[in-house]
């Protein structure tokens, strides 16, 4: 079973910032895509942001572009989520996924296993 483990969420005030990080397991790590999902209380998980395997491409939803940036460090298995500005619509459960390339990854996650994910909640 390959499954992340997503840390970093917590409460934090509206223009507040948190940083997530996802720790893969998987072996193909370092020349997968990676990408931030989120699924927030009685809705669809949705796609967040995504970056390429060496981290030279980027790519975001529209409701963060501007306000999250996203990260790697293939030594450490790891892929980051700064988030700055939060809004309440930021409030969900993050998760991370692996996939082909930084768009095919927004419809099409690889992994058939997500990881726990972390709760991040915006409110005042």
């Known amino acids: 079973q390959v499954q992340s483990v997503e840390s970093g969420g917590g409460l934090v005030q509206p223009g507040g910032s948190l940083k997530l990080s996802c720790v893969a397991s998987?072996?193909?790590?370092?020349?997968?895509?990676m990408g931030w999902f989120r699924q927030a209380p009685g809705k669809e998980r949705e796609f967040v942001a995504s970056?390429?395997?060496?981290?030279?491409?980027?790519f975001y939803a529209d409701s963060v572009l501007g306000r999250f940036v996203i990260s790697r460090d293939n030594a450490k298995n790891t892929v980051y989520l700064q988030m700055n500005n939060l809004k309440f619509d930021d409030t969900a459960v993050y998760y991370c996924?692996?996939?082909?390339?930084?768009?095919?990854?927004?419809?099409?996650?690889?992994?058939?296993?997500w990881g726990q994910g972390t709760q991040v909640t915006v409110s005042s």
């Open positions: 996924n692996a996939g082909l390339d930084t768009r095919s990854i927004v419809r099409n996650p690889r992994l058939r296993d």
């Open positions: 998987q072996r193909t790590f370092s020349t997968d895509a």
């Open positions: 970056i390429s395997w060496n981290g030279g491409s980027t």
